[in-house]
């Protein structure tokens, strides 16, 4: 792995687009083997308010389609900011940045089981993760540190905490291609499953979304048998009428949160091989 070469922007969260809060975003991050892109990192106010506090991190592929709609390869967003600030205060969630990370033209093989895909991960868990927590207050646990996605992103997330259980308490997984084109991601899968990481899953009902659920199911019947129960080790839910798009993903986004929450509770609620 080559060393990083980044620079960094202060942005102010003014605009429709942006909860309260900062953007710090960090320029041709990358290594060897795989082609620079931007990191954007947004800190909640309570960052800079308590200077002695750490915070957990959400990780998002598909990084420009989070935050900003003018930088949106859609012209819609997440509005990922927005759902983690105000589930911040209403006190479901504890707190917690989010890190950005855009594609790359290599997005497919990239995010996709292979060789590229292998080195977007190794990167992604490792100098990635090493540098968000070097130059920022992070939590160094599992429990409070989350990845997550949607289509092939959900897919790399799913990967990345099913190998990183160490590393990742829950994974985000939205419209996820496990099966598609030439590829069966479930058929290969194989445990034992992660004892103390949540998965959550979901999908819509029309257009793409219709011929990646066979990949869903196909995913959701593999998990049982390698351990991993649903509504404790995976979350399920079909969105009826939704579609792959940004803007459903975006409406999705805090039950997401909610049910990984949750579960990271609930499972670290008594002593056991999940506390720490």
């Known amino acids: ?17 942006a909860a309260e809060g900062r953007f710090v975003v960090h320029e041709q991050l990358g290594a060897d083997g795989l082609p620079d892109r931007r990191v954007t990192v947004w800190l909640p106010l309570e960052y800079d308010a308590n200077p002695g506090e750490r915070f957990g ?11 900003d709609p003018a930088r949106s390869s859609f012209g819609t967003e997440w509005s990922a900011d927005e759902a983690v600030a105000g589930l911040m205060a209403s006190g479901e969630l504890p707190p917690m940045i989010v ?9 497919r093989a990239e995010y996709a089981p292979g060789q590229e895909g292998d080195v977007y991960r190794t990167w992604f868990a490792g100098p990635l993760r090493e540098f968000i927590d070097a130059n920022y207050r992070t939590v160094d646990a599992p429990d409070r540190r989350w990845v997550g996605g949607a289509s092939m992103g959900g897919l790399v997330s799913f990967m990345l905490a099913w190998e990183h259980p160490e590393l990742y308490g829950a994974a985000i997984c939205m419209s996820p291609a496990f099966k598609y084109l030439n590829f069966d991601y479930p058929a290969g899968l194989e445990g034992p499953a992660p004892a103390c990481t949540h998965f959550y899953i979901d999908n819509g009902t029309e257009e793409l979304e219709k011929e990646l659920q066979p990949g869903v199911e196909a995913m959701v019947a593999r998990l049982p048998e390698l351990g991993c129960p649903e509504n404790t080790c995976f979350t399920l839910f079909i969105e009826e009428g939704a579609r792959h798009f940004e803007a459903d993903w975006a409406r999705r986004l805090p039950g997401a949160l909610r049910a990984c929450q949750s579960f990271s509770a609930a499972i ?7 506390t720490h």
């Open 1 to 17: 792995m080559r060393l990083f070469f980044f620079c960094t922007f202060l942005l102010a969260a003014v605009g429709a687009w």
């Open 57 to 67: 991190v959400l990780y998002l592929h598909d990084g420009q389609n989070v935050f």
């Open 99 to 107: 890190v950005g990370v855009d594609n790359s033209p290599r997005r």
């Open 268 to 274: 670290r609620s008594e002593p056991g091989p999940c």
